[in-house]
């Protein structure tokens, strides 16, 4: 681990496995109370320092981050794909995305607002750090989404305390230590642990923020702790996004557009498609397409050639998969592809279509986070929007047609965070990404996402010398 900026061992530790084969690739270490409390009190010393750090020197040592990240993309990469299952090329990609979002946030801006500025006053609204930040974050990204936090709330002027998940914690440990020589000692400091440690995180006295990324049922835990020292939250939760296809779409050139916005990272996407709804029209021909291009995907390990989707990432959620698969034949529902999982290592589960399932169905209703999609079908537009507002998330949704004031139109009808039209998945580090209804709390990404890591100090200057009151 990584604790004020030195390396640091545990008395117990935690297997990483490979997905693709169910071997261990690697130990991490499982953090203690105390060693948890050691990386709080070095982040908290730390932040005298660094929140009064200058803004641009706090914008160089991120662009120094970039370069840490791309120069190591290679060793980085190969850890992600070994723990994580995804190809080897896709896990050198999230490296190099981290190193990008580290790039560009140390643009955004952070000045202060100047509300007035007379001969008799002025009023300033300063953005001031919040304190000892805690990130947790999930395995199906585990490089990128850390980094959607690190970047902002290090830019800010806090510091950090990151945990990855107990799944995939290697590559996170591996980039903590490439980055001590990158940063002050205590800035940014990475402990690594099984179950208990996230609980003591969202419960510490000396964390000021949790920013968390993961499933809807954890976030809420994460609140209920965080109320007891009212810790700011940010929550990026879980999703069932819907996409709606309308009649007019050219159905051969969004075909593969679609499939990879539904099983990119084999579908275990926040911001997957979850739900597509095809009109009636294009139904037949769109369903044929995306059947054809899932029995056409090379699914295996992250290191075999020209492999395009790897395993899911661990057993709960290989059985998770299985379940609601079983669930889907018990229901006699209709698969267009796949549906059958080969008996052999690694959690494999073939890109599966389900044919047009009632909306109340388990694989309509729940998240599946994995490569098991329902094909919706539908004669009214009105009755899509409906449909696809009628769920407790709120993350993503898109709209695909050959009329793109239509496709706006309906896209801004949709309760949904961020809305797409003829496109998919275009996150940057200044489009902010917010989960509405019960996919999260506040908002990652952007300037308003940056926003999320400071409190606003309002400074109100009486010019002249003459002291006043309110009522002066
Ligand atoms: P998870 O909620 O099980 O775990 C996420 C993290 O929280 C892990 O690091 C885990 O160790 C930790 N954790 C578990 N219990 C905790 C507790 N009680 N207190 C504090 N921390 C705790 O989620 P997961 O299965 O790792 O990830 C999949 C979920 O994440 C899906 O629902 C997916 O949609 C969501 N997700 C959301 C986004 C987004 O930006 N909105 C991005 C990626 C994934």
Known sequence: MTIDGKAVTAAATINAVNPATEQVVGTAPDCSREQLDQAVAAARHAFSAWSATPLNERRAVLGRMAGVLAANAATLGELLSQEQGKPLAKAQEEVLISAHWCAEVAKLPLEPDTLADTPDSLVQVHRVPIGVVGAIVPWNFPVALAFFKIAPALLAGNTMVLKPS???????????????????????????????????????PGIDKISFTGSTATGRKVMESGAATLKRLTLELGGNDAAIVLPDVDVNAVAPLIFWGAFANSAQFCLAIKRLYIHDAVYDRLSQALAKLAGSVKLG????????????????????????????????????????????????????????????????????????????????????????????????????????????????????????????????????????????????????????????????????????????
């Not at 609601?324 to 059958?340: F, H, I, N, T």
Request: charged share 20%.
């Open 301 to 472: 390990a992250a290191t075999e050639a020209g492999v395009e989707l790897g395993p899911v990432q661990n057993k709960a959620q290989f059985e998770r998969l299985k379940g609601l698969l079983a669930d889907c034949k018990a229901q006699g529902l209709r698969l267009l592809a796949g549906g059958e999982v080969a008996q052999q290592p690694g959690y494999f589960f073939p890109v599966t279509l389900v044919d047009n399932p009632p909306e109340s169905s388990r694989i309509v209703q729940e998240e599946p986070f994995g490569p098991i999609l329902p094909l919706l079908r539908f004669t009214d537009i009105d009755d899509a929007v409906a449909r696809a507002n009628a769920s407790p998330y709120g993350l993503g949704a898109s709209v695909w047609t050959a009329d793109e004031a239509q496709g706006l139109a309906i896209g801004r009808r949709l309760q949904a965070g961020t809305v797409w039209v003829n496109e998919i998945h275009t996150i940057s580090p200044i489009k902010p990404m917010a989960g509405h209804k019960q996919s999260g709390l506040g908002v990652e990404q952007g300037e308003d996402g940056l926003l999320e890591y400071t409190l606003p100090q309002t400074v109100s200057l009486k010019r002249g010398g003459q002291a006043s009151g309110a009522g002066a």
């Open 166 to 204: 107990p799944l995939t914690p290697l590559t996170a440990l591996k980039f903590g230590e490439l980055l001590r020589d990158a940063l002050p000692p205590g800035v940014f400091n990475v402990v690594s642990g099984g179950d208990a440690l996230g609980p003591w995180m969202t419960a510490h």
